[in-house]
């Protein structure tokens, strides 16, 4: 069974930083294109998308939302089907669940994943 499983997340100052870690777990073969998304207080509603945070392809493109542009860095490691997002001069408006997306899951058997969601870690920025 494949599973997404972030960490990293918690409750900082206005300021600091935090990296958080998305794991894949499985017989992977490879992953495409690994993203973070984040969904802010009150935006949970049916129909609220999420917001691209920033995204990695397999070759180490990467892109970026306009409002991290700068503060954050995603990479990621393929050997371990990880990826990180490190997070720098972090600002209350940045509080939200980070999700970690993996698309394009490619397994040892052969089969594929066209993507899959983690379970959200919290990040929470006081002023």
């Known amino acids: 069974q494949v599973q997404l499983v972030e960490s990293g997340g918690g409750l900082v100052q206005a300021g600091e930083s935090l990296r958080l870690s998305c794991a894949a777990s499985?017989?992977?073969?490879?992953?495409?294109?690994m993203h973070w998304y984040r969904q802010a207080p009150g935006t949970q509603a049916p129909g609220k998308q999420r917001?691209?945070?920033?995204?990695?392809?397999?070759?180490?493109?990467?892109n970026y939302a306009d409002s991290v542009k700068g503060r954050f860095t995603i990479s990621r490691d393929n050997a371990k089907n990880t990826v990180y997002l490190q997070m720098n001069s972090l600002k209350p408006e940045d509080t939200a669940v980070y999700y970690c997306?993996?698309?394009?899951?490619?397994?040892?058997?052969?089969?594929?994943?066209?993507?899959?969601w983690g379970q959200g870690t919290q990040v929470t920025v006081s002023s």
């Open positions: 997306k993996a698309e394009s899951v490619n397994f040892l058997n052969g089969d594929s994943l066209a993507w899959l």
């Open positions: 499985g017989s992977i073969l490879s992953i495409n294109a």
């Open positions: 917001e691209l945070v920033a995204g990695i392809t397999i070759g180490g493109s990467t």
